[in-house]
């Protein structure tokens, strides 16, 4: 399904979403509001080097009912979803989820900030999604301003994972950063896209666009040295997990003995957890979304890592936790 044909059936399932000003976005300054922004949005893991955050840009029900997104999930695997993020299981069916973005601080407090949110008012994204969001002041009381984030990946191009990298004039929000995206995502999109117009074309004016192909390193941790990282070197990579756009990608963390993987929407429901075969409607391309979630959550088992997801209701959720919930290597095709 192509990005324009996405936002139609959002927008008609969600119905026409009431508009607010940026300002209420950016409102609410103040020691006590940013400690309170920070305590019920932002939190935070550390691996090696590394500290993770989680940054909660906003949380609502998606338009439809779950069973019409995941077609093929039976009702143990529901049963078993359920068990992983009872918060996701709405009245009458509804499929409750959060719109989260991740900050990675790395070694002498250089950001990478892994997607932008849903956006203010206005932004592609308000005809379904609970706009506006609120990462500028999720940022703030997590201690970064704009001039930190040296780095924005995009883990795809649909409109609840860039709302934020520009402002309402197509001003970019990070100035001093580039902008991560796989060439195979940009080149997939069409000409009325509004991702091309909304943020690709300002990128690409601004000269803050780069489009790359594989895996890349983004981070190297720290050796030696003081501080909570020293000796634990580590790195933030670029992984390719193409399907549910045609350049999706994920970042993994690793750092110390532990790895953190930001999945973006390779997994955006927890019955993908409960059952990796399970496909989303809005998958560009069933099979080759399978596979990446076959992958990536063998290895990720394997490893013992954690997943920090933008949509499941828990910001980090350890891999192995999917033991429970009755996926196995048979399941997973052999695992790895």
Known sequence: MSGLDRRRVLRGAAGAAALAGWGQVLAGGGAAHAAGVRESRVIARRAGAFEVLALLDAHGPFPGKRQDHFAGATASDWRRAERIDPAAFGPDDTWELDFRCYAIRGPGGRVTLVDTGIGPAGSPASGWAPVPGHLPEVLTAAGIGASDVDTVVLTHLHEDHYGWAVGPDRT???????????????AALGEHDSAMSYVVDPLR????????????????????GSGAGRGHGGAATLVPTPGHTAGHQSVLVEGGARRIMVTGDVLVHAVQLANPAVSYGFERDK??????????????????AVLATPHLNRAFVPAVESRESGWSKARLGGGQ
């Open 172 to 186: 970019p929000m990070f100035p001093e950063a580039r902008h991560v995206v796989q060439r195979a995502e940009t």
């Open 205 to 224: 004016a601004a000269g803050l666009l780069d489009e790359v192909d594989g895996r890349v390193r983004l981070l190297s941790g720290a050796r030696g």
């Open 287 to 304: 099979e080759a979304a399978r596979q990446s979630r076959q992958r990536l959550l063998a290895e990720a088992r394997r490893t013992r």
